[in-house]
């Protein structure tokens, strides 16, 4: 059963999401963005309240395997298998021959991954820097509300791409250099942003930010069954294919979906993929369960006192469809 504790982070949390949601109907998405990073006290309460919840409920709980903090080790497993087993080469092997089929130039430089070389990570919406303990990662973390000070400030949304270096001060970052990066992980973020549009551009920010076969891992939240928000995993594989992001693994777990995408050797081998599909069974945009929320629904935020992580993972009643 949860403490007492629990509930009050998980239901402290899921009330400042909702209450973005309901600022970004009422004010606009960028007005109400603007004024939910203003507010200082706010953030920090939030970010205090994360890093609770992560370290001190559901790495804890005894339930380890069916819990959120299962999220950090998916990450450094499938990175691992990636970049250091087989799975680079058979990724690449493959795109070659679409590259072939359909007449595109591949200009393919090996990426020169070795087990000296710390793998490059960038961590968007890192809160604490869960993933801090896996030394063959170099990682960037950054939030808009960093927990500690390993943890730069930096607004994702707002941040500068360059072709040139990062600009990073001690604790906050402005510009980060365009196809740096081995691996860009967004752990539960995406559901965070109140609007498709703001999803969207995240993900099209990491496709510029990675470096050719670099992946981007995505992990959100669903306690649902596998099949439940099908139709909303199978429009984000459609939508990134077209941004030149190949979905290579997909995986359900009890609470998340673990999604890692690699950034093909040329964005048309991404989006063929995606030209062989038939547009009308997705979304057009990259929506979140949420977004088919009714305002009654949304606003019931109460925790039983031992469902709290199951209802914060949830969040999410079936969109229609
Ligand atoms: C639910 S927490 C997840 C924290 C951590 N990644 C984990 O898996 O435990 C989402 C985090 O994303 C951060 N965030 C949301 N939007 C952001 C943005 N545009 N730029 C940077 N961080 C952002 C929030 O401040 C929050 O710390």
Request: net charge neutral; proline share 3%.
């Amino acid at each position: 059963m949860a403490s007492a504790d629990h509930v009050f982070l998980s239901g402290f949390i899921k009330s400042v999401h909702q209450k973005l949601r309901d600022d970004a109907k009422l004010l606009g998405t960028e007005e109400a963005w603007q004024k939910h990073c203003e507010d200082e006290d706010g953030l920090e309460k939030y970010a205090s309240a994360m890093q609770n919840l992560a370290t001190s409920h559901w790495e804890n709980n005894c339930n380890k395997g069916l819990k959120a903090t299962s999220r950090v080790e998916w990450i450094y497993q499938f990175s691992k298998k990636y970049f250091t087993k087989e799975e680079i080469r058979k990724q690449r092997q493959k795109e070659i021959e679409i590259a072939h089929k359909i007449n595109v130039e591949i200009n393919y430089v090996d990426p020169n991954i070795t087990e000296e070389r710390k793998l490059q990570v960038l961590d968007v919406g890192s809160c604490y820097n869960p993933l801090k303990k896996y030394t063959c990662f170099g990682v960037i973390p950054i939030d808009i509300a960093p927990a500690n000070s390993d943890v730069y400030k930096c607004d994702f949304l707002n941040l500068k791409l360059t072709p040139t270096t990062h600009c990073i001060s001690d604790s906050e970052i402005s510009e980060l250099q365009q196809e740096s990066f081995d691996m860009v992980v967004f752990s539960l973020l995406l559901e965070y942003l109140p609007s498709p549009v703001q999803r969207h551009l995240c993900c099209a920010k990491a496709y510029s930010l990675l470096k050719t076969e670099g992946i981007l891992i995505i992990v959100t939240p669903d306690s649902k069954h596998v099949g439940a928000n099908a139709k909303i995993m199978k429009s984000w594989r459609f939508i990134l294919a077209k941004l030149g992001l190949s979905r290579i693994k997909y995986e359900k777990l009890s609470y998340l979906h673990c999604m890692a995408f690699r950034k093909s050797l040329h964005k048309e081998v991404a989006q063929r993929w995606a030209l062989l599909q038939d547009e009308k069974q997705f979304f057009s945009e990259m929506v979140i369960p949420q977004d088919f929320k009714k305002f009654e629904e949304s606003h019931n935020l109460v925790d039983s006192k031992d469902n709290c992580d199951i209802t914060l993972f949830k969040e999410l009643p079936c969109p229609v469809e």
